[in-house]
Structures are given as C-alpha cells and as structure tokens.
C-alpha cells in the first residue's frame, strides 16, 4: 500500500535564504508538511486551501505599505484563509499584512522607536484565557499595526501596544518572533546590525545574551501556541 501524503501547511517566506526556523521544525513534528512559497522570487499563492491544513505567513524585511506587487497581492490573498476558516498564523510582516487587510493601519511610533532585540509583553484576559505567555519577546521590527475592528486583543506592550491578537477562531498575528533558532540569530545580528543605532534598538551583544535567559521560556510558548492553532495532523 502506497502512504497517504501528510497534510500539508502554507508556509510564506520573503527572501531567497529565509527559513521557516523553529515553526518550520515543530509543524514537522507535528504531522505536517510544509509547502514553501516566496512571492517576491515570482512563487504564486493558492486560490483555495482546500488542499492545505492552515498557512503561515512570516516576517522580511520589506513593508505592508510597500507598493510592490507581491506585498497588495498578499495582503489580498488575506482572504482566502479567512473565508475558508482555516487556521492561519501572520508573523511580523505577515501579521501587519492581516491587520491591513482587516482595515488596520500599518505604521511606525510616532517618535520614530523601534523594537530591535528583547522586550515585555503583557498579555491581556483574552490571551491569559488562550495559553501561558512569556514575559520576555524577540522584536524585530520599525512598524507596528492599529488593531483592527472585531479582532480581540492577546498581548500587548508598552512602545508597539498591539502584539498578538486573533481574528474571529482560527486567524492570529504576532508582531514578535519566536521562530528564530540560534543560527537565525546569529545571521540576523550579523545582517542587521546597522539598525542597532536605530532609537530604541538593542546591541548585538544584548540579543545573544537574551537568547540565553528568554528563549527557553518563548520556545515553549511557541510549541504551545502553535498547537492551539493548528493541532496535530491526523494519525495515518
């Protein structure tokens, strides 16, 4: 007998060398297999989900407001997990891309303060009544989102308030990342250090010295929410 295919997850990415990193390796674990598509190196987006489990859209390092043609066709193909009610996870770019498809807008502080490195969030009731959140975050990033109308709030901070939030049962964004395994890092520091004098930002030396207090505590979210949004795939 021939094995039926594992089920198989939507995964975004926006750069030739981008990785799905740790959400990558625990949907594997899960049962699932990942369907790797970058639309800015000219991959296409399913018109349906109907042969998919759920989507995951990532970061990059380009904007939601960005008049290229792969971030509008993104941000309108928004619709097709939310109409099919798939379960569905923006990170970074990709929740900012859901907030602005949603009708929120996507925009930087107002006196100009990025996230670059390890800080605090708080979760709200809602999301202490989803899961245990970690008190410490890997941000990355120069924008944030307005919340968008009927979607309820999960975590927020003090800089960037709107951090997590969900979208009717199955759709959620997360500013933060916490896909990053310690190469990632590694490679983020290493290509992104010139936003290191950026207000706000963190050095180097504090995004590898956070790692070794903070990101047991955000792996072991992550595993847990990831589950919440997606399951496991059925046994075969």
């Given amino acids: 007998m021939l094995a039926r295919a594992r089920p198989r997850i939507l995964t975004v990415l926006h750069q ?42 990532f970061g990059g390092p380009m904007s939601a407001n960005d008049p290229d043609e792969f971030v509008r066709r993104e941000t309108d193909w928004m619709r097709v997990p939310l109409k099919e009610k798939k379960p569905f996870l923006g990170i970074c770019l990709g929740a900012q891309m859901l907030a602005k498809h949603l009708g929120g807008k996507v925009q930087g502080h107002g006196r100009g303060l990025v996230e670059i490195g390890w800080y605090p969030i708080e979760a709200t009731g809602h999301g202490r009544q989803l899961l245990h959140w970690p008190e410490m975050v890997y941000q990355f990033h120069r924008e944030g989102f307005t919340l968008p109308s009927d979607a309820t709030l999960l975590a927020t901070a003090e800089t960037y308030p709107n951090q997590a939030f969900r979208y009717g049962e199955n759709a959620y964004g997360i500013q933060f990342h916490g896909e990053l395994t310690q190469a990632m890092m590694h490679r983020w520091v290493v290509h992104g250090a010139h936003r290191f004098t950026l207000p706000g930002a963190q050095p180097g030396r504090d995004h590898l010295g956070g790692r070794l207090i903070w990101d047991m505590h955000l792996r072991r979210w992550l595993g847990e929410f990831l589950e919440t949004i997606f399951g496991h795939a059925p046994v075969r």
Wanted: charged share 25%.
């Fill in 16 to 57: 030739e060398t981008s990785s799905p990193g740790r959400v990558g390796h625990m949907l594997v674990e899960r049962g699932f297999d990942l369907d790797i598509r970058r639309p800015p190196l000219g991959d296409t987006l399913p018109e349906t989900l109907d042969g998919h489990a759920g989507a995951v859209v």
